[in-house]
Structures are given as C-alpha cells and as structure tokens.
C-alpha cells in the first residue's frame, strides 16, 4: 500500500484495463469511509479515504486517524465530514471523490480545500442502501 496524507491507495486492488473508453477514463477517485457498503456489493475500489468520526463534525478531524492535511492551505483544518476526499482531489493525488452530502459533508471541505464541490439537488441520486441521516436532507 502506498500511504497518502488523507487516506490510502492500493495500487494493486485497482481492477481493469489502462486503455478503457468512456467519458472517466483514466481518472483514479476514492470514496469516504462511511460508503463500505459498495465493498460488501462486490465492488473493487483503488482506495480509501479519511474522514471524521462519524461522518458529524465540520472541521475535519478524527481523533483515530488524524487530520487529513489541508493542500490549499497548509497547516489549516480540511474541513468535514468528508475531510479525506476533498484532500485528496485538492492534492491531485485522484481526480474525483464521492461523499454523501446531508449537511455539507462534501461542500465544506471542498471549500476549505480549493475544489469544487456537488451536491445533487434533494431525490436526483437514489440514496438507497445508504444509512439515513436526515431523510429529508440527505444525497
């Protein structure tokens, strides 16, 4: 495994063909912790990454695994829930990250970090199989 600053990536689990056609061909991307799920469906997955302790906490720490370092601004807090992602995808070490974004779980720390951050409005993106947070709110 090669280690990351916000998480990690397992070159060797990295399933397909270098040479693949499609519109995301090419691009590495890593998912929050809390989306295990899509492991236990069989899905392969290139990595791993940080997040805060429950995915409930906007500053971007984790008291287990530390605090992803800040690539806009180093030395300053990444933001959270999903501090790991925006890490990542701000230090250029994947293209894109997945999250879920109930209370700005991927908005704030893509704004901490200098990135861009999508929340899909409220039904676009089936949540099912994902742990409800707040049904009303959650993407």
């Not at 899905?43 to 370092?69: H, I, K, V, W």
């Not at 990135?115 to 009303?136: D, K, N, Y």
Request: aromatic residues 8%; proline residues 8%; glycine residues 16%.
């Amino acid at each position: 495994m090669e280690a990351c600053r916000a998480g990690w990536v397992d070159r060797a689990a990295v399933p397909g063909d270098e040479t693949a056609d499609g519109p995301l061909a090419g691009l590495a991307f890593v998912v929050k912790d809390s989306l295990d799920a899509l492991l236990a469906g069989g899905a392969n997955l290139a990595g791993r990454a940080a997040m805060t302790e429950l995915a409930y906490d906007f500053s971007g720490q984790n008291c287990f695994y530390g605090c992803p370092e800040n690539p806009a601004v180093p030395g300053h807090l990444p933001g959270g829930s999903s501090s790991g992602c925006a890490a990542l995808v701000g230090s250029g070490e994947v293209a894109f990250a997945l999250g879920g974004d109930t209370a700005g779980s991927v908005r704030v720390p893509s704004s901490f970090c200098g990135v861009p951050g999508f929340r899909p409005s409220h039904g676009a993106v089936s949540t099912e199989g994902a742990a409800p947070l707040a049904p009303s709110f959650d993407t």
